[in-house]
């Protein structure tokens, strides 16, 4: 409740990224409450040593950005 989504991405080297169209094709796979408001591009996502996504880090660093 009160969570608003937001997408952080990486590319694949040498594609680009249409936020419009990103939206769009998630609106179609997505419900309406999950498809994501703000979209952000990234190099590198936080991981493990053993690869997986540190969603705890993003989580923070976003909330922290929202706050100030």
């Not at 936020?19 to 979209?39: F, G």
């Not at 493990?48 to 976003?62: C, D, E, F, I, N």
């Amino acid at each position: 409740m009160g969570e608003v989504p937001h997408a952080v991405v990486t590319l694949k080297p040498g594609t680009t990224l249409d936020p419009e169209d990103m939206v769009a094709r998630l609106s179609t796979r997505l419900a309406r409450y999950k498809v994501p408001r703000t979209l952000e591009v990234v190099d590198e996502l936080p991981r493990t040593a053993s690869g997986k996504v540190q969603k705890h880090l993003l989580r923070r660093r976003y909330d922290e950005e929202t706050r100030d």
